[in-house]
């Protein structure tokens, strides 16, 4: 035990120590027992027999050493991060980790022989493909991982084995890429959004890693492979001819403006994103940061815009924590806010985002209804974001105000508004397709976003389908289709846009979150009907409208075509409601049906020197008519609702979490379920 006596032999410090710690408990003098009781009392008789100095000092050493401790580890803490961070991002430079360069970009199999029916549009049909293991998906920079981790990794290699020996068999392309697959960042729950308020919003933190990787990571399949190559055969016909206009002309190798903004490709920022095609995305972005430019004299249609430009960016900014993209949105947020200035506030159709002026069509002072209720979701989410309120407080009154007007049937709505006197115009139309079909849609979604608060907005949607069931159901011959028709006036018409085939998905997500049993069952109907808008043509590409039979009449299908109505724009509401059938009923079928469409659409619209092409005739199979445009929409909208079709992963964009809007571009829900 220590003493006084070996304090006074030597220096008190290192006496301290030697004779404290060492003696009496090592060598077990005092009558050591295991009584707790004994030890504690011993030990503090030891204590008390110390003299003040010796305490403090004793103190004073152990307080130094708890410090160094937590020193060192925390440095050894960063030492190790940095070396782990550092690894990460030299694969994310070389875009390897080694073995995951693929010699030619994953794509299918050749196409098989071209049906000499189909002129020069390669068929493509999947040969069997080597099982595929996991890959995981995700940013790397939301992936980094500890080393015990390396089992992940492996995984990877392997998946990437499994790609390479896809991508001999193909003859498309040669260009060197890797398929890195990310995911787009899920909001967990204790990253909740909050609705606009005066302050500025802090952007969101990534989503935990560590909650991510408890999950098992779901397997890339064939199918969405094959859209992978699908969009890389587009992107690159948009990049060796269009890069940095607005749509592509695959066949004239050429493109066509409409705003001159880039149009195709920041629609097709977040398709990227969630396809992991990280190479394309950092080019794109790269173009964004350095060439997008908002100061343009050029007058750009508000709604086109906002679904296109606004929602893409904000989508993309939410995905990547990017702040390049919420500048952007902002930017061309504020450019859109002269259209508000109307003596209605119903916006003008048309704003000019360099001089700041607005206007409506030059044949009228109508805009359209859809038009004008369908730029809530991304006006509110930039409020929500910058904490500027001004954005939300204009689309809001926008709804308020057409909540309250007269000249609805049973909550359908006529197709125009007038800027000036605030009212609908063109009474007595009513259709769930082209000027109306996006008001259906936002009045659900809206609600949704906002946590399911807006009492008013959902009652307008609850009211609507109870108006579509009144007057516009019928049902066709010979199948007994249910389809959504119009009504003109009193009369019934068997009309049906292939826009009208949102409306499924629309359904079965209200039901999804609560609404009415028999809006699901209403969906299953409908998506069946949508099918056949496909299968029932020679191409199995759906016409842009087609009328249904009424009467049963020998040798007739349920499904007519005009000859004015035969063209198919690669428009994606189909394969939309599809991705929602699938994820809210797991019905294979669904998926089924989708491939077939990717299918068809590579038969008879793939262009191949790169792209793909709207149609004119989806009834001729042996000359379909290219009309030598690729839509924005077919990368922002068409592929990536496939890739989530064929997923298996309710994570990748959780439902509960996003909403899409009008052009699928996912928005957070500010309160997730
Ligand atoms: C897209 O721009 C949007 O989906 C819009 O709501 C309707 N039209 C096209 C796609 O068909």
Known sequence: MYSGAAAAAGPPRRDFISVTLGREEAVGVGGYNNSKAWRRRSCWRKWKQLSRLQRSVILFLFAFLAVCGVISYTSMGEAWRSITNKSLDDQRTEQVIPGLKLANPAVLPAPQKADANHGDYPDLSLQKRPKLPHVRRGPSNLQIKAPWRDMRLKTQHDTVRAVEELVKADKVEKTEKSIISWRGAVIEPDQSTEPPSSKTMEPEKPSSVEDEDQKEPVPINERQLAVIEAFRHAWKGYKDFAWGHDELKPLSKSYSEWFGLGLTLIDALDTMWILGLKEEFEEARKWVANDLVFDKNVDVNLFESTIRILGGLLSTYHLSRDNLFLEKAKDIGNRLMPAFKTPSKIPYSDVNIGRGTAHPPRWTSDSTVAEVTSIQLEFRELSRLTGDEKFQRAVDEVMKHVHTLSG??????????????????????????????????????????????????????????????????????????????????????????????????????????????????????????????????????????????????????????????????????????????????????????????????????????????????????????????????????????????????????????????????????????
Not at 508 to 517: F, Q, S
């Open 408 to 673: 609805k049937n049973d909550g359908l709505v006529p197709m125009f508004i007038n800027t000036n006197s605030g009212q609908f115009t063109h009474l007595g139309v009513y259709t769930l397709g082209a000027r109306a079909d996006s008001y259906y849609e936002y009045l659900l979604k809206q609600w949704i976003q906002g946590g399911k608060k807006e009492n008013e907005l959902l009652e307008d949607y609850m009211r609507a389908i109870e108006g579509v069931k009144k007057h516009l159901l019928q049902r066709s011959e010979p199948k007994k289709l249910t389809f959504v028709g119009e009504l003109a006036h009193g009369h019934f018409s068997a009309k049906m846009d292939h826009l009208v085939c949102f409306l499924p998905g629309t359904l079965a997500l209200g039901a999804h979150n609560g609404l009415a049993a028999d809006h699901m069952k209403l969906a299953e109907t409908l998506i069946e009907t949508c099918h056949q808008m496909y299968a029932q043509v020679e191409t199995g590409l759906s016409p842009e409208i087609v009328h249904f039979n009424l009467h049963a009449q020998k040798g007739h299908k349920d499904v007519e075509v005009k000859p004015a109505d035969r063209h198919n724009l690669l428009r994606p509401e189909t394969v939309e409601s599809l991705f929602y059938m699938y994820r809210f009923t797991g019905d294979k079928k669904y998926q089924d049906w989708g491939w077939e469409i990717l299918q068809n659409f590579n038969r008879y619209t793939r262009v191949p020197t790169g792209g793909y092409t709207s149609i004119n005739n989806v009834q001729n199979p042996s000359n379909p008519e290219p009309r030598d445009k690729m839509e924005s929409f077919f990368l922002g909208e068409t592929l990536k609702y496939m890739f989530l079709l064929f997923s298996d992963d309710i994570d990748l964009i959780n439902l509960d979490k996003y909403i899409f809007n009008t052009e699928a571009h996912p928005l957070p829900i500010w309160v997730p379920a």
